[in-house]
């Protein structure tokens, strides 16, 4: 089983900052990428950037220039800086791991997520 666990999230004013953090443990053979998705009320959970094990990332088109995603293997966690926050980002943020376990199965897990409320 692999657990996967958000920190970081908080209000922030428009134009602020914030740094969220997700790792994932248990039983983990290998990570294949990680992600951070997002839930806004009412609205569909939609990705906001990946990460691969290799390192190369993907961004939607609105956080590109604005959040940055890396990655640390060793301790299978996984950042999201948020810089030049708007109002539009309100919303939980989710952490997701995919990979594979100890016995060869793959996982897909999720965390609880984190609120992150940007309002002045």
């Known amino acids: 089983q692999v657990q996967v666990v958000e920190s970081g999230g908080g209000l922030v004013q428009p134009g602020g900052s914030l740094r969220l953090s997700c790792v994932a443990s248990?039983?983990?053979?290998?990570?294949?990428?990680m992600d951070w998705d997002r839930q806004a009320p009412g609205k569909q959970r939609e990705l906001v950037a990946r990460?691969?094990?290799?390192?190369?990332?993907h961004y939607a088109d609105f956080v590109k220039g604005r959040f940055t995603i890396s990655r640390d293997n060793v301790r299978n966690t996984v950042y999201l800086q948020m810089n030049s926050l708007e109002p539009e980002d309100t919303a939980v943020y989710y952490c997701n791991a995919y990979g594979i376990q100890n016995i060869g199965s793959t996982f897909d897990s999720w965390g609880q997520g984190t609120q992150v409320t940007v309002s002045s």
């Open positions: 990460i691969t094990s290799r390192g190369q990332t």
């Open positions: 248990g039983s983990i053979l290998k990570i294949n990428y």
